[in-house]
């Protein structure tokens, strides 16, 4: 099947010729025609898979239809909610992309930026707006924004933004929304509040699944590292120097871990950002920037990079941390082995961390496969076994362990470190940065 026979209008064809696309993905193919036809829709696809366009194109053929080009200023026929601002940008990006022959209007409402800034394109009038509900709740508040005249809905990776517990803020949203409208929802996972929150809004959805809910790509080889919490920086700088890694993107759990741990490897002699949600949006902007450039090689994130974030050909994600929702780690390591690219997800485990990966397991109905030989004292990951532990703050992430002298990395060569040095533990300093 071409765009052609999906019944998009000619302004969008040539755009979409523009980018060199020819044929649509399952997502595209399923979604698209229901869209268009004005019906609800549930979606269910893994990221990557082209589901922005699923929605942004057929979005575009509606409002066009009933376009009014004399209108002023102009009102807001379509708003997409998301829960990232990395994510509203690659929305925006797409919108503008194949909205390039349209005389349409999109802004991005989104924390971190300038909110007078914002209120004056508000001002000016557009035709669809990408937002966070955090800030779009901002200017309902303070009257900056009128929603009264919203045709289609958009909930774009809507487990996330249960998961983060933007559901008080989505439900103030719809409720200053006209009751007669177009509901899209997008969720990667399914889940008891993704299906209660749908049955809310949605009216006689279509349901579109282009692929089983909570699997991963058969494009990503997936690694479990079991290794002692004081050794994962040593490994990783270890994996990463050894194996000449050009592009790593790096999950941990906290924002204090993120730039600590990005320290640690610029010390290590590794090129290193850090993204997290204390980051300006400017600073956020521009360590995504110098990686997706090659100008650092390791991006260090928290999950508010596991979604939005759309790097051609990432070849290596690591979770240096596991994350505490098991679905979560499907979002992490689908930024890898995107659009029929070969990828690799790498997890280091620590014992404390066993009841995680059994979480994880779990949902994904299978064992991820163990590497044997860490090169360090082998640990066990069973859940039996593991050692209880103190929760982290969420926002400093400081732990009360006492961690035992870390072990040596059998045969480790840092970059800057001679061969045949001692090789480098968490304590240790390069002199080289």
């Not at 193919?29 to 229901?34: G, L, N, S, T, Y």
């Not at 009102?75 to 998301?82: D, G, H, N, Q």
């Not at 930026?113 to 209120?119: L, P």
Request: hydrophobic content about 40%; charged content about 25%.
């Amino acid at each position: 099947m071409s765009f052609q026979a999906l019944g998009l209008s000619q302004q969008l064809l040539n755009a979409i010729s523009d980018q060199g696309y020819t044929t649509p993905t399952p997502v595209q193919k399923q979604a698209i025609p229901h869209i268009l036809a004005g019906k609800d829709v549930l979606a269910g696809a893994q990221t990557g898979t082209g589901k922005t366009a699923g929605f942004t194109l057929p979005l575009l053929h509606r409002l066009m239809e009933n376009h009014d080009p004399h209108q002023k200023p102009r009102r807001i026929r379509a708003l997409v909610l998301v829960p990232t601002r990395e994510l509203a940008a690659q929305v925006l990006e797409s919108i503008k992309t194949y909205g390039a022959h349209l005389p349409l209007i999109a802004e991005m409402v989104v924390g971190g930026a300038s909110i007078n800034m914002q209120i004056r394109q508000l001002r000016h009038g557009c035709d669809i707006i990408v937002a966070t509900t955090g800030r779009l709740c901002d200017h309902m508040n303070e009257r900056n924004i009128n929603l009264s005249s919203v045709e289609i809905l958009v909930l774009d990776e809507a487990d996330r933004m249960l998961d983060m517990g933007f559901l008080p803020d989505i439900r103030r949203v719809i409720g200053n929304l006209p009751k007669q409208r177009q509901n899209l929802l997008f969720s990667a996972t399914y889940s008891a509040p993704i299906k209660a929150l749908a049955n809310q809004i949605l009216q006689n959805p279509i349901l579109v699944e282009v692929a089983k809910p909570n699997v991963t790509s058969d494009n990503i080889s997936e690694l479990v590292y079991g290794i002692a919490r004081e050794n994962k920086r040593a490994l990783l700088s270890y994996l990463i120097g050894s194996n000449n890694w050009q592009q790593v993107l790096v999950f941990v759990r906290t924002k204090h871990g993120a730039d600590r741990l990005e320290k640690q490897l610029v010390t290590d002699g590794i090129r290193s950002a850090a993204l997290h949600g204390d980051k300006t949006q400017g600073a956020r902007t521009k360590a995504l920037d110098l990686f997706k450039n090659g100008k650092v090689s390791v991006l260090v994130a928290t999950d508010i990079a596991a979604r939005g974030l759309d790097i051609d050909d990432l070849p290596h994600v690591v979770n240096y941390d596991l994350p505490q929702v098991p679905e979560d780690y499907i979002h992490r390591i689908g930024r890898t082995g995107r659009a029929g690219a070969l990828g690799a997800a790498i997890s280091l485990v620590s014992p404390e961390e066993s009841s995680q990966l059994a979480e994880i397991e779990k949902l994904l109905k299978r064992k991820l496969p163990r590497i044997a030989d860490t090169g360090y004292e082998p640990v066990s990951l069973n859940v039996i076994d593991a050692p209880k532990k103190k929760a982290p703050n969420k926002e400093t992430g400081k732990k009360d362990f006492r961690h035992s002298k870390p072990a040596e990395k059998k045969g480790y060569v840092a970059r800057n470190q001679a061969p045949g040095a001692k090789p480098k533990t968490q304590g240790s300093r390069s002199r080289s940065r």
